[in-house]
């Protein structure tokens, strides 16, 4: 059966009186058909697809203030130590009790002043080291260098430099190291925490 | 643009294939009763849609099975939604089913040259069945937990196979890890697989052999099909009223409602039929597209919005997480597969034998029958017998069921069950939130460390006996004979003023069905005959000491229990007899620190202390092993942390929302 026929279908047992009636009758049909079964079909796959871009609208965990030193384990201009980060953490349903979430150099600078950064590469997030001899910071996975104070050194495939973080200045005055840690995109020139 | 379309359907024939979906011819014309397939299919859609989202954020394991599903129902955005569309769905798809076999009948579809077909079709409404039972466990809460344990071992009673199949489809001996992990693969891998490719063939063949054209609509072939509808709902609505208290009100009502309808059709048929058009339908062909097509579209709207119905008025229930420790008297199986449970009740199925005859025996007959169907309907008495045998299937399977579920309507202990399920799911619920997550080996531990559910299930199990709870077991249910105190409220200020009493004091409440009852105490009471002031004063007093959850300093503040204490040392003699304040001394039960937590712990742990009632002890058990000297306590019938738990539970001692534990 070709098109043509199907698309002017008449009854073939007794004419249609009134074609045009008939006309109107099934563009009605066709156009509730698709509208309540489009209507139908979008709920579930609506649902599902809200399930699966919620993660889009969720503000990550934010970072995690956490003591990681005294001030006097820190030499003043001595070279940066690595700390680990462990800390509460909720994974979806399961919240561990205590978990490791990455680790923080810190460094005391001459003036006394206390730097933090994540040791996660801000290029593939690989994890950064310290090479004393140097005294600057080595990503062994693509060979990037960052000076002491964080910069991109020479050479640096990374598009900035070492992500610092925030150190809470009022512990300081307590003796006490206080850093806010977060993780950051690799992988981008802006520092944007996830 | 065009050319590419016509690319397209050079290369893959795609828009022949689309006339042939859409432009098939209806002999007859479109009809009401050709729905059930299209609307099936759309369930289908509908679970597959619906299931892979689900899959994306269910987790298979012991540990994480009803963790993630509590996550998906209760945190992840519209996760409710998408689990009760899935839910609910797949309670409509079984009715569904039945009505399409029932149309596939009455139609005497199953004629050749369509025999196949319909035996396609019974293995597809068996399959759809088979997902649904292991789509059950999934959650791994107590509800499909204990169901699900009752199914596989019917399976395991299968004559000469049944052991080793019980352990194959369980992937072991236990419950476990294993059993979800295979659960989930039949569920969502094995059986969808299976039931996409048989209803693939099915439409094939269904194509192949165009529609079954029903009879011409005559007004006679209308009145036989709409009775027989009345009789389905006629039957139905006089069950439901029967039983009316077995269901929610607006279940009767709604049913009732439908046959009225049915009833008002028939009338119609019969009284107004010979000028009644529609019964004279024109008998010319329709189209399936859109003639057919509208009409199944307006079906699974119908469906949909029922699906959303239940979603919205029911919910989609979350039992605690499944404990194999931990009974569940309220288990029973999906509700079709309720008449097999109620069938196995009867006293023709008891005994091993019975239950093989019951459970194997008669249900495989069934389906022998259902699928010889096409073979009997030849003739047109076979084909009666099969629509008797249908219907007689079908009326059985309603009647079967309003038993089942009548029966758990006056069935108090499966109502305590039920509610009890409730109460714990909300605690837990309530106990997550508190916690702000679930410690990662599972919401089990949860529940196990709560002394709101745990405590009351110990006392349950090991003091109701005994001791009853506000005249109850302290999980509801009834207390045969109280024997002992009863715990509720113990050591607050007015459980305390009561035990001071005398008349409470040798009634139920307190040491009346003990040997106390004629004790020292007893008759030091009847003495004193203590004025309400005094005990007022000493019940003040001994509720410092007890402190319980909700302690407050009393109106009279700690005047008032400085004068009861002064009371206990000099007029009313107590010192005599009990130590009090540290000194220890005399014949009865030290009340330092009286009902405290320390107290009841080493009470409990061992009433025979000469701290408490020594050699005179009654019939309270140590459920420690005995007080050493520095009052340490080893576990005996209990461990420690158990004793802890119900006596957190007696003084209400548990983590709530506003973080006050004590």
Known sequence: MNEEETENFVPDKKPDPQPKETERREFIAKAVSIVAGGAIVSIPIGTGLATLVAPLFKEGQGGVKIRLASVEDLPLGGPPKLYQVVAERTDAWTKYPEKPLGSVFLRRKQGGEIEAFNSSCPHAGCSVGYRSKEDEYYCPCHESIFNLDGSRGDPCVSPRGLDSLEVDEERLGEGDVWVTFRNFAAGIEEKKAI | MRRFFAWVDDRTGIAKLTREALFESVPGGARWRYVWGSTLSFAIMVQFITGIFLWMAYSPSATTAWESVYFIQNEMTLGWLLRGIHHWTAQIMVILLVLHLVQVVIDSAYRAPREFNFWFGVILLFITLAI?????????????????????NLAGIIPFIGDDLQKIIVGGSDYGHHTLTRFFALHAGVLPGALVALVVVHIYLFRRHGIT?????TRASALYYWSLLGFVFGTLTILAFVFEDATKQWVPRSICGVFLAIAARIFFLVFRGKDDD?????????????????????ACVAVMAAVLFFVFRQGTGLTPPADPSQPYN????????????????????EGAVGLVIGAIVVPSTLVTALFLMPLIGKSKTGHWINVTMLYGLIGGFLILTAMGFNHDANDAEYKQGVANAHTEADRLKELISIKGGIPPEGALTLVYEDPKIRGARLYAAHCSSCHPHGGKDGMGGEVKEPSAPDL???????????????EGYVGPKYFGNTKFRKGK???????????????EAVS?????????????????????????????????????CHGIDGEDEGSGPSLTGYMSRDWMVRFIGDPTHDDFYGKKNDRMPSFLVAMQEDGNMS????????????????????????????
């Open chain 2, 278 to 298: 529609s019964a004279a339908r024109p008998k010319r062909d329709g189209m399936f597209w859109p003639d057919q097509i509208l009409k199944d579209a307006i």
């Open chain 2, 213 to 217: 054209e029903a009879k011409p609509a």
């Open chain 2, 488 to 502: 509720k409220g113990v050591g607050s200020k007015e459980w305390i003023a009561g035990l001071l009493d005398h």
């Open chain 2, 521 to 535: 105490m007893a008759d030091h009471l009847l003495d004193l005959d203590m004025l309400p002031e005094e005990i």
């Open chain 2, 132 to 152: 649904s039972l292991t789509g059950y466990l999934l959650p791994w809460d107590q509800k499909g937990f204990w169901a699900t344990k009752v199914a596989t």
């Open chain 2, 540 to 576: 003040a007093a001994l509720a410092y000491e007890a402190k319980v959850y909700g302690y407050s300093t009393p109106e009279g503040g700690q005047e008032l229990i400085d004068s009861g204490f002064d009371l206990m040392f000099e007029d009313l003699e107590c010192s005599d």
């Open chain 2, 635 to 662: 576990d005996g019938e209990l461990s420690r942390e158990e004793v802890e738990l119900i006596v957190g539970w007696l003084r209400e001692e548990w983590p709530r929302a506003d973080g006050k534990v004590r």
């Open chain 2, 330 to 349: 309220a288990a029973r199986p999906d509700w079709y597969f309720m008449s097999l449970f109620q069938m196995l009740k009867f006293s023709a199925f």
